[in-house]
């Protein structure tokens, strides 16, 4: 049996931080998305309708161009500005607060 790029639980976890950050009314500056975590602002990401309206609130999307190419999904971008390691360590370290999962 394959594995697939969208385990449950991990789909679950994640769905619902987005979900309760939507909810609320402060939002981060920036959002960053490296290893598998760039899959979640491609093509058939189940959060991608979330990220929108994440996106249109004003929070960055920031995905790691290295890894969209690595994993072939350069061309599958649906939300969020393709950045380098250097802008994602740019928000971080202007970020107040770093949170990681």
Do not use: W
């Not at 991990?10 to 490296?34: Q, W």
């Not at 309206?53 to 690595?70: A, F, H, M, N």
């Not at 072939?72 to 970020?95: T, Y």
């Amino acid at each position: 049996m394959g594995k697939t790029p969208y385990h449950s639980l991990n789909m679950k976890l994640i769905t619902k931080y987005f979900s309760l950050l939507l909810e609320g009314t402060d939002y981060p500056n920036a959002i960053c998305f490296y290893t598998d975590g760039a899959r979640l602002v491609c093509n058939g990401s189940p959060v991608l309708d979330i990220l929108s309206q994440l996106e249109q609130k004003g929070v960055r999307l920031i995905v790691c161009s290295t890894c969209l190419e690595e994993m072939n999904l350069k061309n599958n971008l649906q939300v969020g500005i393709v950045g380098g390691m250097a802008d994602i360590l740019e928000a971080q370290i202007k970020a107040e607060k770093v949170i990681t999962l």
